[in-house]
């Protein structure tokens, strides 16, 4: 969902492969859309997503030179295979697109070889999301769980719910185990009530 939130960060998914270096690093809070972004771009670029905690030696060496996604980059164990990727990378003329609850700067991997290069890379924030974000979001959860909230309801929980998107998914889940509870999938706003009133 485009919002002002995450639209550096599309636009430089969109604006590969014209990246000023090998590497760019997206950051932001869970359930932001940092892993959809990074499927996406795979799917654009032909490349390999793959987990932070799965990048050993050997996978660094068979994935040089195409482009790479890495998913939780900060939660690494050794951090010299990155290092060695983002090397290869370089010197190949190939892309490495990073992603992380955090920017490059706030990884405690002790590595100061890497830290050095993952300084030179373009660090893009995923922001909380605004009110508009909010509202699509709420509204899109609630489909997912075939939720029918109530014009009352919903004018309800914006103003007061937990405003991230962890918040939203969290709340439209609770919903969901309250209307399953009551074996009602309209949501109305008493619903709303006791709910925000569960998570306080």
């Given at each position: 969902m485009p919002a002002p939130c995450n639209a550096d960060a599309l636009a430089w998914i969109a604006a590969w492969p014209d990246w000023p270096g090998p590497a760019l690093a997206l950051h932001g809070p869970a359930g932001s859309g940092k892993t959809h972004l990074l499927h996406i771009w795979r799917d654009t670029s032909g490349?390999?997503?793959l987990q932070g905690p799965d990048l050993?030696?050997?996978t660094a060496h068979a994935?040089?030179?195409q482009p790479v996604a890495i998913d939780r980059?900060?939660?690494m164990a050794d951090p010299e295979p990155l290092f060695h990727l983002y090397n290869m990378q370089r010197d190949a003329g190939a892309h490495l697109l990073l992603a992380a609850r955090t920017p490059p700067a706030h990884w405690t991997h002790g590595l100061p070889d890497l830290?050095?290069?993952?300084a030179t890379a373009?660090?893009?924030e995923i922001a909380e999301p605004d009110d508009t974000l909010l509202s699509a979001l709420i509204l899109k959860y609630a489909a997912d769980r075939q939720l029918d909230l109530t014009e009352s309801a919903f004018a309800y929980l914006l103003p007061r719910m937990v405003r991230s998107f962890a918040g939203?998914?969290?709340?439209v889940r609770r919903?969901?185990?309250v209307a399953l509870g009551q074996q009602r999938r309209r949501v109305s706003r008493d619903m709303v009530i006791a709910v925000l009133r569960e998570m306080e």
């Open positions: 490349g390999t997503l050993d030696m050997d994935l040089a030179g980059a900060d939660a830290a050095s290069r993952l373009p660090a893009v939203v998914e969290e709340t919903l969901d185990r």
